[in-house]
Protein backbone atom coordinates (compact mmCIF):
# COMPACT_ATOMS: atom_id res chain seq x y z
CA UNK A 1 0.00 0.00 0.00
CA UNK A 2 2.79 2.27 0.86
CA UNK A 3 4.44 1.67 -2.23
CA UNK A 4 1.55 2.47 -3.98
CA UNK A 5 0.77 5.77 -2.51
CA UNK A 6 4.65 6.66 -2.97
CA UNK A 7 4.00 5.92 -6.78
CA UNK A 8 1.21 7.68 -7.22
CA UNK A 9 2.38 10.95 -5.01
CA UNK A 10 5.69 10.76 -7.95
CA UNK A 11 3.39 11.02 -10.65
CA UNK A 12 1.36 13.61 -9.29
CA UNK A 13 4.70 15.53 -8.76
CA UNK A 14 6.14 14.83 -11.90
CA UNK A 15 2.49 16.01 -13.67
CA UNK A 16 2.38 19.25 -11.65
CA UNK A 17 6.33 19.55 -12.64
CA UNK A 18 5.20 19.33 -16.56
CA UNK A 19 2.93 21.76 -16.18
CA UNK A 20 4.57 25.04 -15.64
CA UNK A 21 6.87 23.62 -18.84
CA UNK A 22 3.64 23.27 -21.21
CA UNK A 23 1.69 26.34 -20.08
CA UNK A 24 5.09 28.38 -20.82
CA UNK A 25 5.70 26.55 -24.26
CA UNK A 26 1.68 26.88 -25.15
CA UNK A 27 3.19 30.95 -23.97
CA UNK A 28 6.01 30.51 -26.65
CA UNK A 29 3.94 29.59 -29.23
CA UNK A 30 1.23 32.18 -28.82
CA UNK A 31 4.18 34.95 -28.74
CA UNK A 32 5.42 33.63 -32.09
CA UNK A 33 1.99 33.23 -33.93
CA UNK A 34 1.14 36.70 -32.58
CA UNK A 35 4.43 38.28 -33.13
CA UNK A 36 4.72 36.51 -36.91
CA UNK A 37 1.45 38.65 -37.38
CA UNK A 38 2.94 41.18 -36.23
CA UNK A 39 2.32 45.16 -37.94
CA UNK A 40 6.28 45.42 -37.97
CA UNK A 41 5.90 43.00 -41.65
CA UNK A 42 4.88 45.87 -44.70
CA UNK A 43 3.90 43.11 -46.97
CA UNK A 44 0.56 42.40 -44.43
CA UNK A 45 0.23 45.17 -41.71
CA UNK A 46 -2.70 46.91 -42.90
CA UNK A 47 -2.04 50.53 -41.32
CA UNK A 48 0.82 50.56 -44.04
CA UNK A 49 -1.23 49.40 -46.56
CA UNK A 50 -4.12 52.05 -46.13
CA UNK A 51 -0.96 54.50 -46.19
CA UNK A 52 0.46 53.29 -49.10
CA UNK A 53 -2.68 53.01 -50.60
CA UNK A 54 -3.48 56.36 -50.06
CA UNK A 55 0.20 57.87 -51.23
CA UNK A 56 -0.34 56.09 -54.29
CA UNK A 57 -4.58 57.37 -54.90
CA UNK A 58 -2.73 60.71 -54.36
CA UNK A 59 -0.01 60.33 -57.00
CA UNK A 60 -2.52 58.89 -59.42
CA UNK A 61 -4.37 61.82 -58.80
CA UNK A 62 -1.77 64.32 -59.72
CA UNK A 63 -0.57 61.98 -63.07
CA UNK A 64 -3.85 62.53 -64.38
CA UNK A 65 -3.82 65.59 -64.58
CA UNK A 66 -0.14 66.28 -65.44
CA UNK A 67 -1.12 64.28 -68.45
CA UNK A 68 -4.09 66.57 -69.40
CA UNK A 69 -1.79 69.37 -69.27
CA UNK A 70 0.55 67.92 -71.18
CA UNK A 71 -1.29 66.81 -73.80
CA UNK A 72 -3.19 70.31 -74.47
CA UNK A 73 0.95 72.07 -74.48
CA UNK A 74 2.10 69.57 -77.01
CA UNK A 75 -0.66 69.78 -79.56
CA UNK A 76 -0.08 73.63 -79.57
CA UNK A 77 3.17 73.40 -79.75
CA UNK A 78 3.46 70.71 -82.71
CA UNK A 79 0.69 72.82 -84.61
CA UNK A 80 2.32 75.84 -83.58
CA UNK A 81 6.36 74.64 -84.69
CA UNK A 82 5.24 73.61 -88.14
CA UNK A 83 3.53 76.59 -88.95
CA UNK A 84 6.37 78.75 -87.51
CA UNK A 85 9.14 76.34 -88.98
CA UNK A 86 10.88 76.23 -85.58
CA UNK A 87 12.81 73.10 -84.43
CA UNK A 88 12.96 74.85 -81.40
CA UNK A 89 9.45 74.37 -80.30
CA UNK A 90 8.96 71.23 -82.00
CA UNK A 91 12.15 70.27 -79.68
CA UNK A 92 9.66 71.30 -76.89
CA UNK A 93 6.84 69.35 -78.18
CA UNK A 94 8.98 66.26 -78.33
CA UNK A 95 9.76 66.86 -74.31
CA UNK A 96 6.38 67.18 -73.41
CA UNK A 97 5.55 64.05 -75.80
CA UNK A 98 8.61 62.14 -73.63
CA UNK A 99 6.83 63.31 -70.61
CA UNK A 100 3.18 62.33 -71.61
CA UNK A 101 4.94 58.91 -72.27
CA UNK A 102 6.72 58.77 -68.87
CA UNK A 103 3.61 59.96 -67.28
CA UNK A 104 1.40 57.38 -67.91
CA UNK A 105 4.23 54.52 -68.05
CA UNK A 106 4.46 56.04 -64.44
CA UNK A 107 0.66 55.96 -64.18
CA UNK A 108 0.43 52.36 -64.97
CA UNK A 109 3.65 51.51 -62.89
CA UNK A 110 1.91 53.44 -59.75
CA UNK A 111 -1.16 51.16 -60.28
CA UNK A 112 0.22 47.92 -60.42
CA UNK A 113 2.27 48.89 -57.38
CA UNK A 114 -1.11 48.26 -55.23
CA UNK A 115 -1.08 44.99 -56.35
CA UNK A 116 -0.92 42.06 -53.74
CA UNK A 117 1.87 39.93 -53.16
CA UNK A 118 1.88 36.50 -54.89
CA UNK A 119 3.57 33.61 -54.00
CA UNK A 120 6.24 34.09 -56.96
CA UNK A 121 6.11 37.82 -56.67
CA UNK A 122 6.71 37.87 -52.57
CA UNK A 123 7.89 41.46 -52.50
CA UNK A 124 4.99 42.58 -54.89
CA UNK A 125 5.10 44.83 -57.59
CA UNK A 126 6.96 47.78 -56.75
CA UNK A 127 9.77 47.12 -59.08
CA UNK A 128 7.92 47.97 -62.32
CA UNK A 129 7.70 51.63 -61.15
CA UNK A 130 11.52 51.75 -61.39
CA UNK A 131 11.26 49.91 -64.18
CA UNK A 132 8.19 52.09 -66.25
CA UNK A 133 11.45 55.33 -65.15
CA UNK A 134 13.56 53.50 -66.78
CA UNK A 135 11.85 53.43 -69.80
CA UNK A 136 11.13 57.21 -69.56
CA UNK A 137 14.11 57.98 -69.24
CA UNK A 138 15.08 56.36 -72.42
CA UNK A 139 12.40 57.69 -74.70
CA UNK A 140 13.82 61.11 -73.57
CA UNK A 141 17.18 59.86 -74.74
CA UNK A 142 15.80 58.52 -78.20
CA UNK A 143 13.97 62.10 -78.97
CA UNK A 144 16.86 63.90 -77.89
CA UNK A 145 19.42 61.87 -80.14
CA UNK A 146 16.96 62.79 -83.23
CA UNK A 147 16.26 66.35 -82.43
CA UNK A 148 19.99 66.83 -82.20
CA UNK A 149 20.98 65.20 -85.14
CA UNK A 150 18.02 67.54 -87.16
CA UNK A 151 19.22 70.63 -85.55
CA UNK A 152 22.63 69.41 -86.55
CA UNK A 153 21.93 69.48 -90.06
CA UNK A 154 19.75 72.39 -90.59
CA UNK A 155 22.52 74.21 -89.14
CA UNK A 156 25.03 72.37 -92.15
CA UNK A 157 22.47 73.51 -94.67
CA UNK A 158 20.67 76.07 -93.26
CA UNK A 159 17.65 75.92 -95.51
CA UNK A 160 14.94 76.73 -92.80
CA UNK A 161 13.23 79.94 -92.29
CA UNK A 162 11.23 80.34 -88.65
CA UNK A 163 8.87 82.94 -87.80
CA UNK A 164 10.17 84.42 -84.34
CA UNK A 165 6.26 85.87 -83.48
CA UNK A 166 4.76 82.96 -83.37
CA UNK A 167 7.86 80.89 -82.01
CA UNK A 168 7.69 83.37 -79.09
CA UNK A 169 4.09 83.60 -78.14
CA UNK A 170 3.83 79.33 -78.42
CA UNK A 171 7.07 79.47 -76.22
CA UNK A 172 5.11 81.70 -73.95
CA UNK A 173 1.75 79.74 -73.83
CA UNK A 174 3.95 76.40 -72.51
CA UNK A 175 6.17 78.77 -69.79
CA UNK A 176 2.49 79.67 -67.80
CA UNK A 177 1.05 76.05 -68.40
CA UNK A 178 4.25 74.68 -66.48
CA UNK A 179 4.15 77.61 -63.71
CA UNK A 180 0.39 76.20 -63.68
CA UNK A 181 1.98 72.60 -62.89
CA UNK A 182 4.34 73.66 -60.59
CA UNK A 183 2.16 74.44 -58.30
CA UNK A 184 -0.16 71.37 -59.29
CA UNK A 185 3.02 69.25 -57.63
CA UNK A 186 5.01 71.74 -55.97
CA UNK A 187 3.83 71.77 -52.69
CA UNK A 188 4.43 68.15 -51.84
CA UNK A 189 7.54 68.14 -53.46
CA UNK A 190 9.24 71.04 -51.39
CA UNK A 191 8.47 68.81 -47.95
CA UNK A 192 10.01 65.77 -50.03
CA UNK A 193 13.39 67.57 -50.66
CA UNK A 194 13.70 69.24 -47.08
CA UNK A 195 13.30 66.31 -45.32
CA UNK A 196 16.04 64.70 -47.22
CA UNK A 197 18.01 67.45 -47.16
CA UNK A 198 17.74 67.51 -43.34
CA UNK A 199 19.24 63.82 -43.09
CA UNK A 200 21.60 63.96 -45.95
CA UNK A 201 23.27 67.26 -44.14
CA UNK A 202 23.63 65.48 -40.38
CA UNK A 203 27.47 65.73 -39.31
CA UNK A 204 28.56 63.60 -36.71
CA UNK A 205 27.99 65.48 -33.69
CA UNK A 206 23.76 65.45 -34.99
CA UNK A 207 25.15 61.53 -35.30
CA UNK A 208 25.80 61.70 -31.65
CA UNK A 209 22.80 63.39 -30.40
CA UNK A 210 20.40 60.85 -32.70
CA UNK A 211 22.24 57.70 -31.24
CA UNK A 212 20.87 59.09 -27.76
CA UNK A 213 17.24 59.36 -29.29
CA UNK A 214 17.48 55.96 -31.04
CA UNK A 215 19.15 54.37 -27.68
CA UNK A 216 15.35 55.61 -25.87
CA UNK A 217 13.35 54.56 -28.66
CA UNK A 218 14.84 51.40 -29.55
CA UNK A 219 15.42 49.96 -26.05
CA UNK A 220 12.86 51.25 -23.32
CA UNK A 221 9.54 51.74 -25.19
CA UNK A 222 6.92 49.40 -25.88
CA UNK A 223 5.98 47.21 -28.85
CA UNK A 224 3.08 49.08 -30.35
CA UNK A 225 1.42 50.55 -33.49
CA UNK A 226 3.93 53.75 -34.39
CA UNK A 227 3.14 56.72 -35.88
CA UNK A 228 5.29 57.48 -38.58
CA UNK A 229 8.71 59.11 -38.43
CA UNK A 230 8.82 63.12 -39.71
CA UNK A 231 11.62 61.99 -41.11
CA UNK A 232 10.13 60.64 -43.65
CA UNK A 233 6.33 61.03 -43.32
CA UNK A 234 6.66 63.00 -46.64
CA UNK A 235 8.16 60.82 -48.94
CA UNK A 236 6.67 60.78 -52.47
CA UNK A 237 7.49 58.14 -54.84
CA UNK A 238 10.07 58.09 -57.72
CA UNK A 239 7.64 58.79 -60.93
CA UNK A 240 6.22 62.04 -58.70
CA UNK A 241 9.74 63.12 -58.36
CA UNK A 242 10.35 62.82 -62.14
CA UNK A 243 7.37 64.52 -62.59
CA UNK A 244 8.41 67.07 -61.10
CA UNK A 245 11.72 67.34 -62.21
CA UNK A 246 10.37 66.99 -66.11
CA UNK A 247 8.31 70.29 -65.42
CA UNK A 248 11.17 72.60 -63.82
CA UNK A 249 12.78 71.44 -67.06
CA UNK A 250 10.30 72.19 -69.05
CA UNK A 251 10.15 75.71 -67.34
CA UNK A 252 13.84 76.88 -68.32
CA UNK A 253 13.39 75.26 -71.84
CA UNK A 254 10.19 77.46 -72.53
CA UNK A 255 11.92 80.41 -71.21
CA UNK A 256 14.58 79.47 -73.78
CA UNK A 257 12.69 79.34 -76.57
CA UNK A 258 10.90 82.32 -75.50
CA UNK A 259 14.23 84.26 -75.79
CA UNK A 260 15.15 82.60 -79.21
CA UNK A 261 11.59 83.79 -80.72
CA UNK A 262 12.09 87.32 -79.42
CA UNK A 263 15.48 87.45 -81.62
CA UNK A 264 14.73 85.86 -84.24
CA UNK A 265 11.26 88.00 -84.32
CA UNK A 266 13.71 91.29 -84.11
CA UNK A 267 16.46 89.43 -86.51
CA UNK A 268 14.76 87.39 -89.12
CA UNK A 269 18.65 86.63 -90.26
CA UNK A 270 19.78 85.14 -86.50
CA UNK A 271 17.90 81.14 -87.40
CA UNK A 272 20.94 79.68 -85.89
CA UNK A 273 19.53 80.95 -82.58
CA UNK A 274 16.59 78.81 -83.33
CA UNK A 275 18.97 75.42 -83.75
CA UNK A 276 21.52 76.37 -80.95
CA UNK A 277 18.31 76.83 -78.51
CA UNK A 278 17.30 73.35 -79.80
CA UNK A 279 20.94 71.60 -79.13
CA UNK A 280 21.35 73.11 -75.69
CA UNK A 281 17.89 72.16 -74.54
CA UNK A 282 18.36 68.69 -75.42
CA UNK A 283 21.92 68.13 -73.89
CA UNK A 284 19.96 69.49 -71.18
CA UNK A 285 17.16 67.23 -71.30
CA UNK A 286 19.35 64.54 -71.24
CA UNK A 287 21.38 65.80 -68.37
CA UNK A 288 18.52 65.98 -66.26
CA UNK A 289 17.87 62.17 -66.67
CA UNK A 290 21.04 61.26 -65.06
CA UNK A 291 19.51 61.90 -61.25
CA UNK A 292 16.98 59.45 -61.88
CA UNK A 293 18.65 56.94 -63.80
CA UNK A 294 21.30 57.03 -60.91
CA UNK A 295 18.04 56.25 -58.74
CA UNK A 296 17.07 53.32 -60.82
CA UNK A 297 20.16 52.03 -60.76
CA UNK A 298 20.74 51.78 -56.86
CA UNK A 299 17.35 50.35 -56.43
CA UNK A 300 18.12 48.11 -59.27
CA UNK A 301 21.85 46.89 -57.95
CA UNK A 302 20.00 47.10 -54.43
CA UNK A 303 22.80 49.66 -53.13
CA UNK A 304 21.68 50.58 -49.26
CA UNK A 305 19.62 53.74 -49.80
CA UNK A 306 20.54 56.62 -49.39
CA UNK A 307 17.52 58.01 -46.93
CA UNK A 308 19.51 55.38 -44.30
CA UNK A 309 22.27 55.98 -42.49
CA UNK A 310 23.94 52.68 -42.12
CA UNK A 311 27.00 53.24 -39.97
CA UNK A 312 23.95 55.28 -37.00
CA UNK A 313 21.55 51.67 -37.72
CA UNK A 314 24.08 49.49 -36.92
CA UNK A 315 25.05 51.15 -33.44
CA UNK A 316 21.47 51.96 -32.26
CA UNK A 317 21.28 48.13 -33.02
CA UNK A 318 24.38 47.25 -30.75
CA UNK A 319 23.05 49.53 -27.79
CA UNK A 320 20.00 47.69 -27.37
CA UNK A 321 20.58 45.90 -24.12
CA UNK A 322 21.42 41.93 -24.35
CA UNK A 323 22.62 42.39 -28.06
CA UNK A 324 26.01 41.48 -28.67
CA UNK A 325 26.51 42.60 -31.85
CA UNK A 326 25.26 42.94 -35.41
CA UNK A 327 26.43 41.04 -38.72
CA UNK A 328 25.64 40.15 -42.11
CA UNK A 329 23.55 43.28 -42.18
CA UNK A 330 21.64 43.92 -45.27
CA UNK A 331 19.64 47.20 -46.62
CA UNK A 332 18.20 47.57 -49.59
CA UNK A 333 14.95 49.22 -51.29
CA UNK A 334 12.24 47.24 -53.01
CA UNK A 335 11.02 50.86 -54.61
CA UNK A 336 11.43 54.47 -53.21
CA UNK A 337 10.52 54.85 -49.91
CA UNK A 338 10.26 50.30 -49.13
CA UNK A 339 12.93 49.32 -47.36
CA UNK A 340 14.07 45.94 -46.43
CA UNK A 341 16.63 44.71 -43.87
CA UNK A 342 18.10 41.51 -43.08
CA UNK A 343 20.97 40.45 -40.23
CA UNK A 344 22.53 38.38 -37.63
CA UNK A 345 22.30 39.31 -34.47
CA UNK A 346 24.25 37.69 -31.29
CA UNK A 347 22.59 37.94 -28.05
CA UNK A 348 23.65 36.76 -24.41
CA UNK A 349 22.91 33.15 -23.00
CA UNK A 350 20.47 34.65 -20.57
CA UNK A 351 18.62 37.34 -23.55
CA UNK A 352 15.23 36.23 -24.34
CA UNK A 353 14.76 35.52 -27.97
CA UNK A 354 10.78 37.09 -28.19
CA UNK A 355 11.99 39.99 -26.36
CA UNK A 356 15.56 40.57 -28.65
CA UNK A 357 13.74 40.18 -32.09
CA UNK A 358 10.85 42.65 -30.42
CA UNK A 359 12.78 45.48 -29.86
CA UNK A 360 15.34 44.95 -32.85
CA UNK A 361 12.05 45.17 -34.91
CA UNK A 362 10.60 48.37 -33.48
CA UNK A 363 13.89 50.20 -33.60
CA UNK A 364 14.11 49.81 -37.30
CA UNK A 365 10.50 50.81 -37.22
CA UNK A 366 10.75 53.76 -35.06
CA UNK A 367 13.79 55.09 -36.50
CA UNK A 368 14.13 54.07 -39.63
CA UNK A 369 11.31 53.19 -41.24
CA UNK A 370 12.08 49.98 -42.67
CA UNK A 371 8.60 47.69 -42.14
CA UNK A 372 10.22 44.51 -43.44
CA UNK A 373 12.74 42.89 -41.01
CA UNK A 374 14.34 39.55 -41.75
CA UNK A 375 16.82 38.54 -38.60
CA UNK A 376 18.42 35.41 -37.61
CA UNK A 377 19.71 35.34 -33.73
CA UNK A 378 23.15 33.47 -32.82
CA UNK A 379 23.11 32.93 -28.94
CA UNK A 380 26.67 34.02 -27.68
CA UNK A 381 28.52 30.80 -26.50
CA UNK A 382 31.07 31.17 -23.27
Same mark, same amino acid.
Given at each position: ???????????? /??????????? /???????????????? !??????? =?????????????????????????????????????????????????????????????????????????????????????????????? #????????? =???????????????????????? @?????????? #???????????????????????????????????????????????????????? !???????????? !?? $?????? $????? #????????????????? $?????????????????????????????????????????????????? #????? @??????????????????????????????????????????????
Amino acid at each position: MEQKEDSASREN /EQLKAQMPQVS /EEASYNNNQLEFSCSH !ICSFSNL =EYSISDSAERSKSRVKLIGLIIFYSVVMVVEIVGGMKANSLAVLTDAAHMLTDIAGSSISLFAVWVAGWASTPRQSFGFGRLEVMGVLLSVQLI #WLICGILIY =EAVDRILHKNAKVNGKLMFLIALF @GFLVNLLMIF #WLGHDHTHHSHSHESHETCNSGEHDHEMEELDVMGVEDTIGLVSPSPLNVKILNIN !IQGAYLHVMTDI !IQ $SVGVMI $SGLIV #WVKPEWLVVDLLCTLVF $SIAALATTLPMLKKVFCILMERAPDEIDIALLENGLKSIEGLHDVHDLHV #WAITS @GKFVLACHIVIGPGASQNEMLSKVRDFCERSFKIHHVTIQIDRQVH
